[in-house]
């Protein structure tokens, strides 16, 4: 018995669309071994897969097709409470045999941590790591958090550094950092860093442009993982880790659109992370989380 098969438990579906047989699939990882401020990531894609059946599955921008029609649902991978190493080599699997299935997948996770798991998994599949995209109001690339812990929400980036070497790793929207962190990514000979500051005195044009240049200039797999507290916590309050003066919905889907539309058929995998039902007024992000993921599906070539 596979991986998939093994540690993939299937209950209610996205948006109501079929399980996985030809489209994107969709795999939920409820990861919440690390969390260090306000729990509750692990509680996410079951709330989203419950509540989205209720939604219209309308993109922010009609492109004239159904982006239901292209995806379809993997179920939840099944962790191991607390045991961060162990299940981030489980997701690797899983991601693994996905990518080998279905050439690309969207996580819904779950804690950042995630990420690694998912990086190893399209190295190891691809033979090779492109570029890393870190869409996030934190840089998640500390040496420990808490100290004495290597492995952990905060300083996952510094292991996909080590474990898989990107070729490039672009940082897009950090607005709260410890300066050591902060040294470290601008010390690598590989990054570029936009903060939330930089990201919004750039035209849209200027941002697609910048996007573009970087993405062609370097070559293999594209990996695009997106926290959801790079959002301004006016709409996005159900996050662990809320930092003020975030991005709005309309300079998030900027970003997005531009790296999934210059980054097409390279784009293999998308994670979209940390947001956390239980921290959430009345279900009030949830709204921006589901047409986040209807966003990506609708730019995803």
Sequence with gaps: MDSLDFYVNTLNTFFGISRCGSGVPILGIPMEDTVSFRPGTRFAPGVIRQWSQYFE?????????????????????SLLQGL????VERI?????????????????GGEHTLSLGTARALS?????????????????????????????????????VRDVKPQLLIFLGPRSYDPEELTFVKDLENSVLLTTKDLRLMSKYELRMWVRELLDSYSGPIHLSIDVDVLDPS????????EGLGLSYGELLRVVEAVLDHG???VRVVDLVEYSPPNDPNLMSLPVVIKLILDVLNYLT
């Design 264 to 266: 097409g058929s390279r």
């Design 124 to 160: 190891e599949n691809r033979g090779s790591y492109g570029i890393y995209v870190h869409v996030d109001a934190h840089l998640d690339s500390r040496e420990e958090w808490p100290i004495g812990q290597p492995l952990s929400h905060a300083t996952f980036v510094r292991h996909i």
């Design 235 to 242: 709409i996005m309050p159900g996050v662990g880790n809320p």
């Design 57 to 77: 599955f309308t993109p922010s921008i009609d492109l004239g097709f159904d982006v239901l029609s292209k995806a379809c649902d993997l179920g939840d991978v």
């Design 92 to 108: 690797k699997a899983v991601v693994n045999e996905a990518l080998s299935r279905w050439g690309r997948v969207i996580s819904i």
């Design 84 to 87: 961060v190493d162990r299940n």
